[in-house]
C-alpha cells in the first residue's frame, strides 16, 4: 500500500522560506513521477510543480517559478518543495502526488494528506 506523508508546512512572513516534504512508503519512489499541488481557500486545486522519476525534467506553473524548487532523493523516498521569498498569495494547502503516468495523476495517482502553509502579510 502506497502511503504519501506531507511535513514542513506553518505559518511564515511573507519573504520567509519553508521546505515541505513528502515521505512515500509502500514503493520505491523512482517509480512515481512526483510532484505538488495546492487549494487556497474557496478556489481550486492547482498545479504547482513536479519533477519526473530521476529529476531530468521539472515543471513549474509560472506564479512560483524562480521562487519555489522541487527536488527528490530516491535513496530516501522522500521529495521536497523549497519555498522561498513566499508571498501571501502562496497560502494554501499544499499536495504531494505521486504518479507512474503522470498524465493520470488525478485519478490514478497516489496523494497525501496535505499540509497548511500560511503567509502573512
Known amino acids: 500500500q502506497v502511503q504519501l506523508v506531507e511535513s514542513g508546512g506553518g505559518l511564515v512572513q511573507a519573504g520567509d522560506s519553508l521546505r515541505l516534504s513528502c515521505a512515500v512508503s509502500?514503493?520505491?519512489?523512482?517509480?512515481?513521477?512526483m510532484g505538488w499541488f495546492r487549494q487556497a481557500p474557496g478556489k481550486e486545486r492547482e498545479f504547482v510543480s513536479s519533477?519526473?522519476?530521476?529529476?531530468?525534467?521539472?515543471m513549474y506553473v509560472d506564479s512560483v517559478r524562480g521562487r519555489l524548487t522541487i527536488s527528490r532523493d530516491n535513496a530516501k523516498n522522500t521529495a521536497y518543495l523549497q519555498m522561498n521569498s513566499l508571498k501571501p498569495e502562496d497560502t494554501a494547502v499544499y499536495y504531494c502526488?505521486?504518479?507512474?503516468?503522470?498524465?493520470?495523476?488525478?485519478?490514478?495517482?497516489?496523494w497525501g494528506q496535505g499540509t497548511q502553509v500560511t503567509i502573512s502579510s
Open positions: 519533477i519526473s522519476y530521476f529529476g531530468g525534467n521539472i
Open positions: 502526488a505521486a504518479a507512474e503516468n503522470w498524465s493520470l495523476v488525478v485519478n490514478r495517482g497516489y
Open positions: 509502500g514503493r520505491t519512489l523512482s517509480s512515481f513521477v
